[in-house]
T-cell receptor, first 112, second 116 residues
């Protein structure tokens, strides 16, 4: 499975944008880029996913580099509730089921 | 209903006990998953079911026995566990990707298992 590399931790202030980077230099043409987050004492929560184009939803935006070797999850205005572990994961496109393999993730701390 | 429900939320069991974890979803998802998460570690995939059939077993010891009795239910039967099996057990479900499409997973809140 192709691997992803994320910083161990990042910090942000409340109401400021947050850019969480992810490197995936060995990504293949059939890999989707998924982002999940896990709040304390909860199961992981789906945030967003994309293949080639940038994606937006109500939670976040996903910016994908043109060569697809890196991506950035953007939280437009961080709140205290966004403090979590954020996982960037590659998933093979079009399989009958997805095999989601978690890496170490980035611990995001949000300061009031 | 957009949730995955796991019961019980907490479970303490002895090493000679037999217990079961239950997972339920009513989103029409035909893929279901069991993950194990140790403290301060990422979740690790254990089993994948697709259309109620076991598709992936990630070399999990036989003291963990999964079962998918129908498209909405997933069980994990536990027998003769060890203290090192204490962890958060997470269930997830997803639509089955076809035609090149890919879907996100929905996770439950987990069952926190302690083996004594």
């Amino acid at each position: 499975d192709a691997k992803t590399t994320q910083p161990n931790s990042m910090e942000s202030n409340e109401e400021e944008p947050v850019h969480l980077p992810c490197n995936h230099s060995t990504i293949s043409g059939t890999d989707y880029i998924h982002w999940y987050r896990q709040l304390p004492s909860q199961g992981p929560e789906y945030v967003i996913h994309g293949l080639t184009s940038n994606v937006n939803n109500r939670m976040a935006s996903l910016a994908i580099a043109e060569d697809r070797k890196s991506s950035t999850l953007i939280l437009h205005r961080a709140t205290l509730r966004d403090a979590a572990v954020y996982y960037c994961i590659l998933m093979i496109r079009g399989t009958s089921y997805g095999k989601l393999t978690f890496g170490q993730g980035t611990i995001l701390t949000v300061h009031p | 209903d957009t949730e995955v429900t796991q019961t019980p939320k907490h479970l303490v069991m002895g090493m000679t006990n037999k217990k079961s974890l239950k997972c339920e979803q009513h989103m029409g998802h035909r893929a279901m998953y069991w993950y194990k998460q140790k403290a301060k570690k990422p979740p690790e995939l254990m089993f994948v079911y697709s259309y109620e059939k076991l598709s992936i077993n990630e070399s999990v010891p036989s003291r963990f026995s999964p079962e998918c009795p129908n498209s909405s239910l997933l069980n994990l039967h536990l027998h003769a566990l060890q203290p090192e099996d204490s962890a958060l057990y997470l269930c997830a479900s997803s639509q089955v990707g076809q035609g090149g499409r890919n879907y996100g997973y929905t996770f439950g809140s987990g069952t926190r298992l302690t083996v004594v």
